[in-house]
């Protein structure tokens, strides 16, 4: 019974997986017929394009859930530098494409993808492969490698106009190192080294300048910078507990600009209301649960790292847009896994979920199993 459990997965883990995919098609749907036929003059165009990325990201998902771990492990250096190729290829006359000042994208066979979100997934695979060669409490020494390659995805992500996504690899990156075993001092030294770099580098664009200043209330101008997040609040408080019905809300219309991608929670909590914004909540606890559970039940430590960062990078990811929508934390510009608008990190997150199921066949049954797994994480 044992073997059959490990073979086959973590059942609830895929079924979660399957909601949050279907939940988020059917709330797109909703949420961007509007500006599909603004746009294209189809209000499909962007579901369309979504189920299309969804086909792909199962297939990666289910390749993913059956390679040997082993056999990705070994080919860790391979993706690592194809990664680091990848996200140069922005910066390339005729693949680069340019959005808003941005170069965060390139374009091949039709598409666009955005290397920034590989980049996350490659990182943290890296790392789990890197540390699972070390002990549980890593040296000094032990850190140079990893945290140079955070630091060179970072300024790659940084150099596309992508400074958000640039302070999400480099807190990924740490937070694995701390998973690993790191001294909580020696990471919290780097991380007040690093703080004024970060600070500085803030102020070298102005929308990032009037985000931050509008978040602390310095400057409220609601038809400039405070735009989105005002009428972020009012699709929210719109909503009230049951919200105004699927297809019915108005920030969608115009209100919020950024509604299909970075403010789709504010448009979920419009039309189903408070209950609808709990119920995506209760959704990412349970995966949260999930994968830290086989984070600290997973005997190999390169399968314990991997299913730590995974769900680190989905949940806090997830964290941070709702946090935006009501207004917690300044705009980012993060998108809601499974939800927002966007091929690469609906990609990007259903090949690292197929990795979480493959974590999942490895892990012994936490009831009945007559011992405790160890824990290689540090939770």
């Known amino acids: 019974m044992e073997r059959v459990q490990k073979d086959r997965g973590d059942f609830v883990l895929v079924l ?42 199962a297939v990666a998902a289910f390749v993913a859930s059956l390679t040997p771990l082993a056999w990705l492990r070994a080919r860790m250096p391979v993706l690592l530098l194809a990664c680091l190729l990848l996200m140069l290829l922005p910066f390339v006359p005729g693949l680069g494409v340019e959005q808003l000042g941005a170069r965060r994208w390139f374009g091949l066979f039709g598409l666009t993808f955005q290397p920034a979100e590989a980049a996350k997934a490659v990182l943290v695979l890296y790392l789990a492969s890197y540390f699972g060669h070390r002990g549980e409490t890593p040296l000094m020494a032990d850190l ?6 955070t630091l ?19 807190v990924l990156g740490l937070a694995m190192c701390f998973a690993a075993g790191a001294r909580a001092l020696t990471l919290a030294a780097l991380s007040l080294f690093a703080l004024p770099l970060g600070f500085l580098l803030l102020f070298t664009r102005e929308h990032r300048v009037a985000r931050l200043l509008t978040f602390l209330g310095i400057s409220a101008d609601p038809a400039g910078s405070a735009w989105q997040i005002v009428n972020s609040h009012a699709a929210l408080v719109a909503g009230g507990f049951w919200g105004t019905g699927l297809g019915r809300g ?24 408070l209950a609808g914004t709990l119920f995506v ?12 559970s086989l984070a600290a039940k997973a005997d190999d430590r390169f399968a314990s790292l991997a299913a730590y960062g995974i769900t680190l990078s989905v949940v806090l990811q997830a964290v941070l847009n709702m946090a935006v929508a009501v207004g917690l934390v300044p705009t980012t510009g993060v998108t ?9 990190s609906l990609l990007a997150t259903l090949a690292l979920c197929g990795v979480l199921v493959n974590v999942s066949r490895s892990v012994h049954p936490p009831v009945g199993a007559g011992r405790r797994a160890g824990r290689p994480v540090h939770v």
């Open 336 to 344: 809601l896994p499974f939800f927002s608008a966007g091929g690469s």
């Open 250 to 273: 108005t920030a969608r219309l115009g209100a919020l600009p950024e509604a299909h991608s970075d403010f789709i929670f504010s448009v979920i909590g419009e039309e189903t209301g």
């Open 281 to 292: 909540l209760a959704l990412f606890a349970v995966f949260a649960w999930r994968g830290f």
């Open 152 to 170: 060179v995805f970072a300024a790659l992500v940084y150099a596309q106009n992508d400074y958000s996504s640039a302070v999400f690899v480099a």
């Open 144 to 149: 140079v490698p990893p945290l140079v390659v």
């Open 16 to 57: 979660l997986v399957i909601v949050l995919t279907g939940t988020g098609l059917a709330l797109l749907f909703s949420v961007s017929s509007s500006f599909s036929s603004r746009t294209w003059q189809d209000p499909l165009f962007l579901v369309r394009r979504q189920l299309i990325w969804v086909g792909v990201g």
